[in-house]
């Protein structure tokens, strides 16, 4: 049974970059033909999509997000991650790495907070 699980700083200050790892258990991510992905929730406000990488490599973002954000992979470690730059309040949210490939597996979550 795949699991996911975020970690990284709960809190960063305006203009810095936001870093975030999810590390992955009971399955590899470049098994076909999932699709790795991150999601935030910021506080009151719905889900948002900000990207994913595929079990090939490829990688994908939202367009509103597609300058500031970056989605890597270390398969030696079976992680994924993303990176945020020049944060604001604004980003603040609550973090979601997910597995997709017709049903969603999803990490925990990890709260992030922009303040200085």
């Known amino acids: 049974q795949v699991q996911l699980q975020e970690s990284g700083p709960g809190l960063v200050k305006p203009s810095q970059t936001l870093s975030l790892t999810c590390t992955v258990s009971?399955?590899?991510?470049?098994?076909?033909?999932?699709?790795w992905i991150w999601i935030r929730q910021p506080p009151g406000k719905g889900l948002e999509w900000m990207g994913a990488i595929t079990y090939s490599g490829s990688t994908y973002y939202t367009p509103s997000l597609e300058s500031r954000t970056s989605i890597a992979r270390d398969t030696s470690k079976n992680q994924f991650t993303l990176r945020l730059t020049t944060v604001t309040p604004e980003d603040t949210a609550m973090y979601y790495c997910?597995?997709?490939?017709?049903?969603?597996?999803w990490g925990q979550g990890s709260q992030v907070t922009v303040s200085s």
């Open positions: 997910a597995r997709v490939a017709g049903t969603w597996t």
């Open positions: 009971g399955g590899s991510i470049t098994a076909n033909y999932y699709y």
